[in-house]
């Protein structure tokens, strides 16, 4: 039971943090990258905060964001 409820807590704080740090501190995301992030975090919370730490919070992997085409 305790073991469950400390899972929970963990759940919830790691959605917390990556949604925070999407909407708040991640200006140069697109509304796109930024929507399909926060729904990753309140499905896969754990999995996807280690994701978004590791990889997610550089702009280059913006898959919403116009490429631009050098010549």
Do not use: E
Not at 37 to 50: D, Q, R
């Amino acid at each position: 039971m305790v073991y469950g409820t400390v899972l929970g807590i963990v759940v919830l704080v790691c959605a917390i943090l990556v949604i925070y740090d999407v909407l708040v501190n991640r200006k140069g995301l697109s509304d796109g990258m930024k929507i399909f992030w926060v729904i990753l975090a309140i499905i896969f919370s754990i999995v996807i905060a280690v994701i978004y730490f590791l990889v997610g919070r550089n702009s280059d992997s913006d898959l919403f964001r116009a490429r631009r085409v050098s010549r």
